[in-house]
């Protein structure tokens, strides 16, 4: 069994930045695949981006690449999303997930309970 805490969200202005965590239980953290959803009021859950069990495999959709940067701290049980140049689109409960298997992407069994971004215009 794993699980998730996210910590690190709240409002910010657009162009702002900030930085959220996810704090993972359980002994085989460190051979799942990790990644953030987030899901906007009104819409459906988003994928956003994923990272490999290793860390040398990384997904993002269009609308973030070039602002956020997802990262992995195996030895602290930690993957973090860096989020720059924020816009008021990206608001969202962003959700962290960790999958099914060990050393495979996909199938995201696993949730955190969510952290709200906001950004203002």
């Known amino acids: 069994q794993v699980q998730l805490v996210e910590s690190g969200g709240g409002l910010v202005q657009a162009g702002g930045s900030l930085r959220l965590s996810c704090a993972a239980s359980g002994r085989t953290f460190s051979s799942r695949a990790m990644a953030w959803f987030r899901q906007a009021p009104g819409k459906e859950r988003e994928f956003v981006t994923a990272?490999?069990?290793?860390?040398?495999?990384?997904y993002y959709i269009d609308s973030v690449k070039g602002r956020f940067t997802i990262s992995r701290d195996n030895a602290k049980n930690t993957v973090y999303l860096q989020m720059n140049s924020l816009k008021p689109e990206d608001t969202a409960v962003y959700y962290c997930?960790?999958?099914?298997?060990?050393?495979?992407?996909?199938?995201?069994?696993?949730w955190g309970q969510g952290t709200q971004v906001t950004v203002s215009s």
């Open positions: 997930a960790a999958s099914r298997l060990t050393y495979a992407m996909g199938m995201y069994d696993y």
């Open positions: 990272i490999s069990w290793n860390g040398d495999n990384i």
